[in-house]
C-alpha cells in the first residue's frame, strides 16, 4: 500500500477516534460543577478541599446515583473579571462564582446570575443578615448568596501620629475633623494623614448614602440622579479640595482600596480605615507597623451605620446543573461552614448564627500586648458593628454604571481641574441617561435611611474608648 | 542506468493547493474573526447573553460619544512617538554601525529592553514615575521643583506610557536600521568623502536616501503599533481617566470591565477602519515621492 494511502487511513482513524470519544456526555459520570472562588489558595486549600469533598459525600446519590464532582478553582481578585468574561464568553464559565458585591451587580446587570428564590427554599434565603442580602435582590429576584463580609476597622499608626502630634486617641472620629485633621498634619510632617479612594472605584457614593444622604429623586418615570443638592456638593467638594490641597495622596485620585493598605503598611499612611481581616497582612509584611497600630472603631457617616462589603456567591445562569449549583452555594454559605472559615481566616460571616461563636468576643484584657489579641480585638469590633451596618449600594442593575460614571466624572474634577458643581451636574445628567435606559426603579431599591439604634452606637462607642 | 524521472503535467489548480493551508489559516482565525467580531458590533451582545440585533445603533452612539473621540485624538497624538523611535534607533544603529571597539555589548545592551517583557518593563517604569515616592518625582523636588503628575494628570500620563513604548522599542527598531546601514556599499560612502563630501553630507546625501526602504517599514510599523498601544498604558497610567488614554484600552475596558462586547466590537470595528484609512494615505503619500 503506498505511503500516502496509509497516511490518510492513520489520519481518519484517529478523527473518527476522536470524533466518537468528545460526542456526549458519560451517562454514567458524576455530574461536575465549578466552582470559582477569589484568592483563597494556597492558604484556604485545605478548608475548600474538605468543603467540597463534604458536599460530594452528601451529594453521592444526586441524579439517580451519579454522584457530584465539584471542580474548585480559585482566581487571582484582580484577575476576575477578564477570566470571568472571557470564560463565559466561550461556554466555559463557572456554575457557581465568588464576586465582590461590585462586580456581582454588574453579572447580575449583564444577565449572567440566576434567580435562586426558585431554586432554593426561602429558608434558605433568608438565613443572612438582612443588611448584606438586601442588595443580592434585583429586579424582585435573589441573584446571590451573601458569603463573607468585611466591615472597616481604624488601623493607627501611633508613631506616625506622634510625628505631628497625635495620638490613636486624639484622632478625630468624623470625617470632618480627619479632613482637618489631614490638613494640619501635613502641612506639619509633610506625609499623609488619611488616604480615601475618591476618583477610581470611588467610595464617595456609598460615603453620601452612609451619611443617610440620598442622591436620587423619586419621578413619576423611577429615581433620577440628585446629585446637585447642596448637601451632596458640600461632602464631595470638600474631599476634592482636601486632595487638590495635598493632603492626600496622589493615588487617592487613581487606585482603587487596595493603595490604602498598601501604603499603611509600607508605613506612608497614619490612619488607614479598612478590613479587620488586613491586620494579618501587615503582621506578615511589615511587622514594625503592625507593632505601632493601634486599632480603633470605624468612621461612619451621619447615620452610624457601617458600610458592608458583601463577598457573595451566585449561580451562573448558563450552568446545566442550577438546582445542585444553588445547594452547592447554599452549602458553602451554611452557617456551620462560614463559622469554620471565619475562625480560619478572620473574615465576618453574613449568618447571625456564626456571629454568636465565641470566636468573635472580645479577647479578655483589652491591653494590645500580643499580635493575635490585637486581631481578636480588631475582629470583635468589626463584628459588634455587623448587625447594624448595611451595604450602603443600591440594589439595582444601573449601579455599576451609575459609579463607574461618578468614578471617571469626580477624576476630571481631581486631575483636570473642573468645578465640582459643574462636575456634578454633568454626571448627574450622564446617571439620568443611564437610568433612562434601564427598568424604572424606585427608593425600595436604595439603602434604609434611619439612623443604628442607641444599643449598637453605645457599644460602638464604648469600643472606642476602649 | 539510471530510472528516468517521469514529470506529472503542470495543472492549474497546483498552485492554489499549495496556497490552501495558508488561506485556510488566514480565513478562520484572521478573516473569519473579523467577520464575526462586525457581526457582533451589530448587536447587544455580552460575555453572558447572545444579544439582539441593534443594527449600526453602536456605531451611531459612538458618533456622539466624547470619551471615544477623546481616546481616538489620544491615539494619533500617540504617533508622535514614531519620530522619536525612528530618530533615537537611527542614531543608535549608526553608533553601532561606526566599528567601534565596543559596539557589540552596546547592542546587546541596547537592546536588552526589548526582550524585557513589556509588563515588568512597565512596571518598573510605573514606580519610578510613582508621583509621590518616585525617584524622578524624589530627584526633582529636591532641586526645588514642583513635582511632575506623570501618572494621572495631562499630558504626562499620556508622555509616561510614550516613555515606555519607546525604551521598549527602539532596539528593535535599530536593529531593523542595523541590518539597512550593513546593506548600504561601502564604496558609495567611500567615494562621497573622497569627492569632498563631509560626515553630514554622507549621512545626508548617501546614507539616508539608501535607507528610504527602511525608513519606509520602520514608519508603517512603528506608528500602526503606536495606534494599537495597549500595555504600556494598561499597566503605566492604569486609573487615570479614561479620556487620558488611546482607544485600545477604551476597547478593553467596555469589553472586560463592562462586558459589552457588541460595543466594544464596534469600537474595535471602527478603530480598524481608520488604522486602514491611515495606513493607505501614508503609503500612497510615501509612494508619490
Redesign the interface.
Request: no cysteine; charged share 40%; proline share 6%.
Given at each position: 500500500m503506498p505511503m500516502t494511502r496509509l497516511t490518510t487511513l492513520f489520519a481518519l482513524g484517529v478523527m473518527i477516534a476522536v470524533t466518537t470519544g468528545c460526542s456526549g456526555e458519560d451517562d454514567a459520570a458524576p455530574i461536575t460543577l465549578e466552582l470559582w472562588t477569589l484568592a483563597l489558595r494556597p492558604t484556604f486549600t485545605d478548608y475548600m478541599t474538605d468543603l467540597c469533598e463534604r458536599f460530594e459525600e452528601a451529594h453521592a446519590e444526586a441524579d439517580g446515583g451519579r454522584g457530584v464532582q465539584v471542580v474548585w478553582v480559585d482566581v487571582p481578585f484582580n484577575a476576575v473579571?477578564?477570566k470571568?468574561?472571557?470564560a463565559?464568553?466561550a461556554g466555559r464559565?463557572p456554575d457557581v462564582m465568588n464576586l465582590s458585591d461590585r462586580d456581582f451587580a454588574?453579572?447580575a446587570a449583564?444577565?449572567?446570575l440566576a434567580g435562586l428564590d426558585d431554586l432554593l427554599p426561602a429558608s434558605t434565603t433568608q438565613l443572612y443578615l438582612p443588611g448584606a442580602s438586601r442588595v443580592l435582590v434585583m429586579d424582585g429576584q435573589t441573584r446571590a448568596l451573601p458569603w463573607y463580609l468585611t466591615t472597616s476597622v481604624r488601623l493607627c499608626n501611633a508613631d506616625l501620629l506622634a510625628t505631628g502630634g497625635l495620638s490613636p486617641d486624639s484622632v478625630a472620629d468624623d470625617w470632618a475633623g480627619l479632613r482637618e485633621q489631614a490638613r494640619r498634619y501635613h502641612e506639619q510632617t509633610g506625609r499623609f494623614l488619611i488616604s480615601l479612594p475618591l476618583?477610581?472605584s470611588s467610595e464617595l457614593p456609598t460615603m453620601v448614602l452612609g451619611e443617610g444622604l440620598t442622591p436620587f429623586r423619586e419621578t413619576s418615570e423611577g429615581l433620577r440622579a440628585d446629585l446637585t443638592r447642596p448637601e451632596v456638593v458640600a461632602m464631595v467638594s470638600a474631599w476634592v479640595e482636601l486632595y487638590r490641597d495635598g493632603a492626600l495622596?496622589?493615588?487617592a485620585?487613581?487606585?482603587?482600596h487596595a493603595a490604602i493598605t498598601e501604603l499603611y503598611q509600607n508605613g506612608?499612611l497614619a490612619v488607614a480605615q479598612t478590613g479587620a481581616n488586613m491586620l494579618r497582612r501587615i503582621r506578615d509584611a511589615n511587622p514594625a507597623v503592625f507593632a505601632d497600630t493601634a486599632v480603633r472603631s470605624a468612621i461612619t457617616g451621619g447615620l452610624g451605620r457601617s458600610h458592608v462589603a458583601v463577598m457573595v456567591l451566585g449561580v451562573?445562569?448558563?450552568s446545566e446543573h442550577p438546582a445542585l449549583a444553588a445547594q452547592l452555594a447554599a452549602w458553602v454559605t451554611s452557617s456551620e461552614n462560614q463559622t469554620e472559615l471565619a475562625r480560619q481566616s478572620g473574615v465576618l460571616p453574613s449568618t447571625p448564627a456564626s456571629l454568636n461563636d465565641p470566636f468573635f468576643a472580645p479577647p479578655d484584657s483589652l491591653q494590645h500586648d500580643s499580635a493575635d489579641r490585637m486581631i481578636a480585638y480588631a475582629r470583635s469590633i468589626s463584628a459588634e458593628a455587623l448587625p447594624e451596618a448595611v451595604a450602603f449600594t443600591p440594589a439595582m442593575p444601573a449601579w455599576?454604571?451609575l459609579r463607574?460614571t461618578f468614578s471617571?466624572g469626580l477624576?476630571?474634577a481631581l486631575?483636570?481641574g473642573e468645578a465640582v458643581p459643574d462636575t456634578l451636574a454633568d454626571i448627574g445628567r450622564e446617571w439620568d441617561a443611564i437610568l433612562a435606559s434601564h427598568r424604572p426603579v424606585n427608593e425600595e431599591v436604595l439603602p434604609p435611611t434611619e439612623p443604628a439604634t442607641h444599643r449598637v452606637m453605645a457599644e460602638m462607642e464604648a469600643g472606642a474608648e476602649r | 542506468m539510471s530510472k528516468a524521472v517521469s514529470l506529472r503535467p503542470y495543472r492549474a489548480w497546483t498552485p492554489y493547493v499549495f496556497l490552501l493551508p495558508g488561506v485556510a489559516v488566514l480565513g478562520v482565525f484572521i478573516v473569519g474573526s473579523f467577520v464575526q467580531v462586525v457581526g457582533y458590533s451589530l448587536t447587544d451582545t455580552n460575555a453572558f447573553n447572545d444579544g439582539d440585533w441593534v443594527g449600526l445603533d453602536h456605531y451611531r452612539r459612538l458618533l456622539h460619544d466624547k470619551k471615544f473621540w477623546y481616546c481616538l485624538g489620544n491615539s494619533f497624538l500617540y504617533l508622535l512617538v514614531t519620530p522619536v523611535l525612528m530618530a533615537l534607533s537611527l542614531s543608535a544603529a549608526m553608533l553601532v554601525h561606526a566599528g567601534l571597539r565596543w559596539a557589540w555589548g552596546l547592542r546587546t545592551w541596547l537592546f536588552l529592553p526589548v526582550v524585557t517583557p513589556t509588563i515588568v518593563g512597565a512596571i518598573a517604569w510605573k514606580l519610578l514615575l510613582n508621583e509621590d515616592q518616585g525617584l524622578l518625582n524624589t530627584g526633582w523636588e529636591a532641586l526645588g521643583f514642583d513635582p511632575v503628575y506623570w501618572l494621572s494628570e495631562r499630558p504626562w500620563t499620556l508622555v509616561s506610557a510614550m516613555l515606555v513604548t519607546i525604551w521598549k522599542g527602539f532596539g528593535y527598531f535599530m536593529m531593523i536600521f542595523l541590518a539597512g546601514l550593513v546593506g548600504i556599499p561601502r564604496e558609495l560612502e567611500e567615494a562621497a568623502t573622497v569627492d569632498g563630501a563631509g560626515r553630514l553630507a554622507v549621512f545626508r546625501h548617501v546614507t539616508l536616501p539608501s535607507l528610504r526602504p527602511v525608513l519606509v517599514l520602520v514608519a508603517l510599523i512603528s506608528s500602526i503599533s503606536a495606534l494599537k498601544v495597549f500595555d504600556e498604558l494598561y499597566v503605566t497610567i492604569k486609573g487615570a481617566p479614561i479620556s487620558h488614554q488611546t482607544a485600545v484600552p477604551l476597547i478593553f475596558e467596555t469589553a472586560f470591565e463592562q462586558g459589552e462586547f457588541g460595543r466594544a466590537c464596534a469600537i474595535g470595528v471602527t478603530l480598524f477602519v481608520v488604522l486602514l484609512a491611515f495606513s493607505l494615505v501614508q503609503l500612497l503619500v510615501v509612494r508619490d515621492r
Open positions: 473579571n477578564r470571568l468574561v472571557a463565559s464568553a464559565g454588574r453579572v449583564l444577565g449572567g476618583g477610581e495622596p496622589r493615588s485620585a487613581t487606585r482603587d506612608q451562573s445562569s448558563r455599576p454604571d463607574r471617571e477624576k476630571r486631575l483636570d | -
